[in-house]
Nanobody, 121 residues
Framework: QVQLVESGGGLVQPGGSLRLSCAASGSILSINVMKWHRRAPGKQRELVAGITRGGSTNYADSVKGRFTISRDNAKNTVYLQMNGLKPEDTAVYYC???????????????WGQGTQVTVSS
């Protein structure tokens, strides 16, 4: 079994910062692309940022220059550093990864349970 567990969400004032973490555990052979998505109330889920195993990154236009995605391959963990937070960043943030399972020797797409980020004064 493979699990993704997010942490680091919370309540922050506009202009503040938060760092989200997502740790993968279980029968992991390798992890390919890791991504952060978010779903705001009443809106569709959107891709926030992604990072390849080699460190190439991409970002949604709405977060460029404010958010930074990174990963620690040795720890099977992806991070999202969020600076300059705005009320419109309020959402549940989910991590997502393509993981090869060494038990079944197949690659599956896994999701975490989500962590709430609320930006409000």
């Amino acid at each position: 079994q493979v699990q993704l567990v997010e942490s680091g969400g919370g309540l922050v004032q506009p202009g503040g910062s938060l760092r989200l973490s997502c740790a993968a555990s279980g029968s992991i052979l390798s992890i390919n692309v890791m991504k952060w998505h978010r779903r705001a109330p009443g809106k569709q889920r959107e891709l926030v940022a992604g990072i390849t195993r080699g460190g190439s990154t991409n970002y949604a236009d709405s977060v460029k220059g404010r958010f930074t995605i990174s990963r620690d391959n040795a720890k099977n963990t992806v991070y999202l550093q969020m600076n300059g937070l705005k009320p419109e960043d309020t959402a549940v943030y989910y991590c997502n990864a393509d993981i090869t399972d060494y038990v079944r020797m197949m690659t599956y797409n896994y999701w975490g349970q989500g962590t709430q980020v609320t930006v409000s004064s």
